[in-house]
């Protein structure tokens, strides 16, 4: 196999990793592309990690030079006069506008997105609740997503928190406010033939069977339990909040 058939095979590795990505992680717009890197290595597009992408960068690189970056449809370059930084966007959303982005990126700006979200204030009062500090985002080595496009590989199916002292996994239901760009992306299909939608279903349901399996409980939050606003944001009012969450985890409070 030539040269320039061996990096079309590797671009198509990369833009199935990336949508696998978005399919797994359905509430995440946008990553710095080096956060996808574990996954390309677990899907054997690459042999290991370095300096936190660069073997991704390499590659983002040598396509940006050749003018062929649209071969990869949903990277987006952020440009400076020094540098390039990359980013992986789910179709159809929108790359925030941020001045300071570069900036951000380098201090990990997955993190301080991630820290902004709903899931990640309740999980906060739940830690205070259970005095357990959560694994956030927990994956389980018998927990997979389904084969990869060669059926070689599959992808770990992360838990929205995991708190091992109390034996408990915590998930959230989707939020019934969405926007019509979302209810869009949950009628596209996926690789395997179903829509995002279908295959948020079929991984919730195997999420369950298998925790059931291993005798770990689980408990599902729906948002809807909480004060929102008129877009479905909650409105924090943290001493509400944590009476609510008392009562969902009495059971397991110390």
Same mark, same amino acid.
């Given at each position: 196999m030539d040269r320039s058939r061996n990096n079309e095979d590797r671009v198509a590795q990369i833009n199935k990793v990336v949508e696998d990505y978005f399919n797994t992680h359905t509430d995440t717009d946008w990553i710095p592309a080096k956060q996808i890197m574990s996954d390309l290595v677990a899907a054997g597009v690459f042999v290991k990690d370095q300096k936190k992408g660069l073997p991704l960068r390499k590659v983002l690189r040598a396509l940006d030079k050749e003018n062929a970056l649209d071969t990869i449809p949903l990277l987006h370059p952020e440009r400076t006069d020094t540098a390039v930084y990359?980013?992986?966007?789910?179709?159809?959303?929108?790359?925030? +506008?941020? $001045?300071?982005?570069?900036?951000?990126?380098?201090?990990?700006?997955?993190?301080? +997105?991630? $820290?902004?979200?709903?899931?990640?204030?309740?999980?906060?009062?739940?830690?205070?609740?259970l005095k357990e500090g959560a694994s956030r985002k927990h994956t389980f080595s018998w927990l997979f997503g389904d084969m990869h496009k060669k059926g070689k590989t599959r992808t770990l199916l992360p838990v929205a928190a995991f708190y091992e002292e109390a034996n408990l996994v915590i998930e959230f239901a989707e939020k019934k406010h969405k926007t019509e760009a979302q209810l869009a992306k949950l009628e596209e299909l996926t690789v395997s033939g179903i829509t995002r939608g279908q295959q948020i279903e079929k991984y919730n349901h195997r999420r369950k069977e298998m925790l059931a399996k291993k005798d770990i409980n689980l408990i599902t939050i729906d948002y809807a339990l909480f004060e929102t606003e008129n877009k479905g944001k909650l409105v924090r009012n943290t001493a509400e909040d944590t009476t609510l969450l008392k009562k969902i985890l009495k059971q397991y409070i110390k």
């Open positions: 990359w980013y992986f966007v789910r179709a159809g959303a929108k790359f925030p +506008k941020n $001045e300071a982005i570069t900036q951000v990126s380098k201090k990990d700006t997955a993190k301080a +997105k991630r $820290e902004s979200t709903d899931e990640f204030y309740i999980v906060n009062l739940c830690d205070e609740i």
